[in-house]
């Protein structure tokens, strides 16, 4: 059974930082499409960024420039900078591998 456990969440002001990261047990992250998401209250999960088996990585147009996604194949570890943190980047990340969940790390920016 693959799980994932992420961790790195908080309180933090805006325009701080954070980083996230996500254990997985087992070793998919290298051969998988990884991703990060994110819910709001009240909102539907979104994507955050993706990286794909080979490296390739993309983002949602909000966190452009601001979120890097990264990974560390032999740590079975993927990770999410966020940089410049906004109010809006509020609510609950998720991590993901093929069809698996994490449970989800709470991520408050507010002054």
């Known amino acids: 059974q693959v799980q994932l456990v992420e961790s790195g969440g908080g309180l933090v002001q805006p325009g701080g930082s954070l980083r996230l990261s996500c254990v997985v047990s087992?070793?998919?992250?290298?051969?998988?499409?990884t991703g990060w998401y994110r819910q709001a209250p009240g909102k539907q999960r979104e994507l955050v960024a993706l990286m794909t088996s080979t490296g390739l990585t993309n983002y949602a147009d909000s966190v452009q420039g601001r979120f890097t996604i990264s990974r560390d194949n032999a740590k079975n570890t993927m990770y999410l900078q966020m940089n410049s943190l906004k109010p809006e980047d509020t609510g609950v990340y998720f991590c993901?591998?093929?069809?698996?969940w994490g449970q989800g790390t709470q991520v408050t920016v507010s002054s």
């Open positions: 993901s591998v093929a069809t698996f």
């Open positions: 087992g070793r998919i992250v290298s051969i998988h499409r």
